[in-house]
């Protein structure tokens, strides 16, 4: 009995330090996947698009059509200290953005107003293309990425 008692009382001293390390690693998973999904640009793509693709194809459907010009709507970015990066959600019906995308190569793609460095496809007619930093789709900085820029 007096064993069992002894027992008993070290695991009821033992529990708050069980709990608080429970909670410890709670906290840091947490905070982990907090991290990893707002500096993730490749995980909130990966959830976003087949979690809610008809949505944004439909705001981009939505659109008016202009001769020579994709659709397209801002997918994503990041960056700091005034230094953004912007990457575009692109509808190509004639799908020539899938030669940029296989090849991973920058370049002045048809439809897009200047040069990108990165173009990914995301099923077929949907990209994500990047534009260099502090560029924008209809700005002039750097680059002239005004629609008149082509």
Known sequence: MTAQLTENQRNKKL?????????????????NAVI???????????????ARS?????????????????????????????????VYLVFDPTDSLSIPARTHRPGKFDGIPCEVPVVKQLEKNWYLVQFYTDEWWGRRNALDCTESGN
């Open 15 to 31: 529990l708050p330090f069980a709990t608080l390390g429970t909670l410890f690693l709670m906290a840091f998973l947490f905070i």
């Open 36 to 50: 990893a999904w707002s500096c993730s640009y490749t995980i909130r793509t990966a959830v976003r698009w087949p």
């Open 54 to 86: 008809e949505r944004y194809k439909s705001e981009v459907l939505a659109q008016p059509d202009a001769t020579g010009k994709l659709k397209h709507i801002e997918w994503d970015g990041w960056g700091w200290a005034g230094a953004d990066t912007t």
